[in-house]
C-alpha cells in the first residue's frame, strides 16, 4: 500500500512539472547599427607585417600506446611534433 501511495504521489507531482507553461521570452532591446570602422593601416603595411611573421615548421602527428592500470585495452595519445629537416652528407 504504502508502495502504491508513493508511486501516485511522485507520478502526479511529475505530470503536474510537465504541465507548468514555460516562461515568455524577453523582449529584445532594438538593435543599432554600428557606423563603418575605417581601416588603421593601408594594405601594403598589413602585407609587410605579414611577410614578418615567422613560419611554422611543418608538423606530424606522432602517436603511441600507454598501458592503463587495470584495463587490458591501452589507450592511444598522440602529439603534433615538428619535422626535422635531414642531415647534409658529407
Known sequence: ????????????????????????PEPTPPVE?????????????????EEAAPEEPPMRKVCRRVEVVGSAIGRTVCTMRPVRAPKPKN
Open 33 to 49: 547599427e554600428a557606423a563603418p570602422v575605417e581601416e588603421a593601416a593601408p594594405v601594403e603595411e598589413a602585407a609587410q607585417v
Open 1 to 24: 500500500m504504502l508502495r502504491l501511495f508513493s508511486l501516485v504521489l511522485l507520478g502526479s507531482s511529475s505530470i503536474a512539472l510537465a504541465q507548468v507553461p514555460p516562461a515568455p
